[in-house]
């Protein structure tokens, strides 16, 4: 089983790979295009509304209430029966995303005050940021139609998870990050607005994200007409489990956009360096996070059908391990490598020195709550295979108002850096009560040789992020450096990251065996 998990897992890392690397080019050449000034955080707010929205319709609660369902129906009534769940989930949640879909686009005004307070108030002012306000109501038009096509698409995508064709779904972003850089490259300078590009880039990347992923579901056999099933039983499962989950399992999502919401009184500017550094924190966790979460919660949900407790807690300690093991390290080197990282990716046109600064102190906040991001993808499952919503829910509502508490703390204090702080440590109160509720329930409890392994991890990146630290000049020498000896300079530094790492690793005993689950099951 382990060994069936790690080739997932490594299948869906890969294909994420390609996707964040291509996410990666699109937000260099939106840097390079509109930087971090008024432009940039009027789109960054445009794209985040619907975004959230997905995460609530589609990746988050939809397909944590979905799969385990359809694998529970799979595993116990076939694949006559999957097929009749998938028509009737579809074509609901295809009315029900329909009806949100155009309240979004004719209420955008309405939308862009609640959530964009700051700019709200200076257009009813006539104040200089007014231009804000009506651009992101005419952004909004165009970005929003972008949930009903994504959600359908994570509807898809769940279904080919179950079957274990974990590729097509952890490839498909590929397609937005293209339409967005063609669409900035080819059609800004056919627009009068040419800001209004990198929407219509979203737009169009819903539209071939879906069209990609239909073949596959046809392939497969599991293409059906869409029904109306509104009281079928197991939609109405799903439906009782997703409401809850709408907002429990989406709390960092939801405290990013009252970040976004607060960034809206702060200084021009403040919008666009949170989002620069929250997707860079995306990097790993979509790498390592997201992707081991997607391909334990089929698992997960089969070994609860099944009643296999031991191959449960297993499954969840190696899930565990995994994350922090690459987590960690990675968490040290944002933090300590911020300035060359930005500076190398995003510093040119019109994203200046300045715009580095700020991008790095927001990066090196969220940084600190990079692990416990992860773990929450990973301990989340854990109650929702098991069709737990409450548990999670009551951990989130905790976890919402710790983060708002903090951010009326510390932004007077941080200004936008302490909107990232705050996300950081609520993110990880967080993980810490999801992983002692799953302990009370009596689910999950770390395994001594797993504390072991954990310790080793904390020690070997510790080390590892002292040597960066020594090693990495001083930022005026950065600054002195042309584009490819700053390439190389940091190639190297992470590089010497790698492999001081893993060495100190293999010093202190770690090896390939404690991924074996096995040797997990052993020490139970």
């Known amino acids: 089983m382990s060994g069936k998990l790690l080739k997932s897992g490594l299948i869906v890392s890969a294909m994420t790979l390609i996707s964040r690397v291509l996410g990666l080019v ?3 050449v939106v840097a390079n295009f509109v930087g971090a000034g008024a432009a940039a955080d009027v789109f960054f707010f445009a794209n985040r509304i619907p975004n959230f929205l997905r995460r609530l319709f589609a990746e988050g609660a939809f397909s944590q209430a979905f799969v385990p369902v359809l694998s529970e129906v799979k595993a116990q009534h076939g694949d006559d029966a999957v097929r009749e769940l ?13 009806v949100v879909t155009l309240f979004g686009v004719i209420a955008s005004p309405l939308i862009a005050m609640l959530f964009g307070m700051g700019w709200f108030i200076e257009w009813l002012n006539d104040g200089p940021d007014a231009q804000k306000f009506e651009q992101a109501s ?27 064709r ?3 779904a952890a490839f498909t972003p590929v397609f937005l990050n293209i339409a967005i850089i063609g669409s900035t490259l080819y059609l800004a300078p056919q627009l009068n607005e040419p800001s209004m590009a990198l929407a219509w880039g979203v737009f169009i990347g819903g539209v071939v994200q879906l069209l990609f992923q239909i073949p596959f579901l046809a392939k497969a056999g599991l293409l059906v007409m869409p029904k109306w099933g509104w009281r079928d039983p197991n939609v109405t499962k799903i439906r009782q489990l997703m409401l809850p989950a709408l907002f429990g399992v989406s709390v960092s999502q939801i405290n990013l956009l009252l970040d976004t919401v607060i960034a809206s009184f702060l200084l021009t500017g ?4 949170l989002y620069y550094s929250d997707r860079l924190i995306e990097f790993p966790l979509g790498l390592f996070g997201i992707a081991i979460a997607t391909v334990i919660l089929p698992n997960l949900s089969r070994h609860h059908a099944t009643a296999s407790a031991a191959k449960f807690r297993r499954t969840l300690d190696w899930a565990i391990r995994f994350v922090v093991m690459f987590g960690l390290p990675a968490m040290a080197a944002l933090i300590v490598l911020a300035k060359p990282i930005i500076m190398l990716l995003f510093m040119r046109g019109a994203f200046s020195q300045n715009d580095v600064m700020m ?59 302490g909107l990232a702080l705050a ?64 390439a190389g300079r940091l190639a190297l ?31 139970n």
């Open 26 to 28: 699109r937000d260099v």
């Open 86 to 98: 998938i028509a009737k989930v579809a074509g609901t949640l295809g009315v029900i995303v329909t």
């Open 138 to 164: 005419l952004m909004l038009k165009i970005t929003f139609p972008y949930l009903w096509f994504i959600s359908l698409v994570a509807l898809s995508g769940a279904v080919l998870n179950t079957y274990n």
């Open 166 to 168: 974990f590729a097509v």
């Open 270 to 273: 403040a919008v666009s360096w």
């Open 359 to 417: 991008v790095s102190y927001s990066l090196m906040a969220y940084a600190t709550g990079l692990v416990s991001f992860m773990l929450i993808k990973v301990l989340a499952p854990g109650f929702y295979a098991r069709q737990d919503i409450k548990t999670p829910v009551r951990i989130g509502i905790i976890a919402m108002v710790t983060n708002m508490g903090l951010n009326l703390l510390l932004a007077p204090w941080l200004s936008y850096v």
């Open 423 to 486: 996300t950081a440590l609520s993110a990880s109160l967080n993980a810490f009560l999801l992983y002692r509720g799953l302990a009370l329930a009596g689910v999950f409890c770390f395994s001594k040789s797993s504390g072991y392994f954990l310790a080793k991890i904390a020690l070997a990146s510790v080390l590892m992020a002292s040597g960066l630290y020594w090693f990495s000049p001083p930022f005026v020498v950065w600054l002195a450096l042309d584009f490819w000896a700053q």
């Open 493 to 523: 530094l992470c590089l010497l990251g790698i492999v001081s790492y893993f060495l100190m690793l293999w010093l202190l005993g770690v090896r390939l065996s404690h991924f074996r689950m096995q040797t997990v099951a052993e020490s």
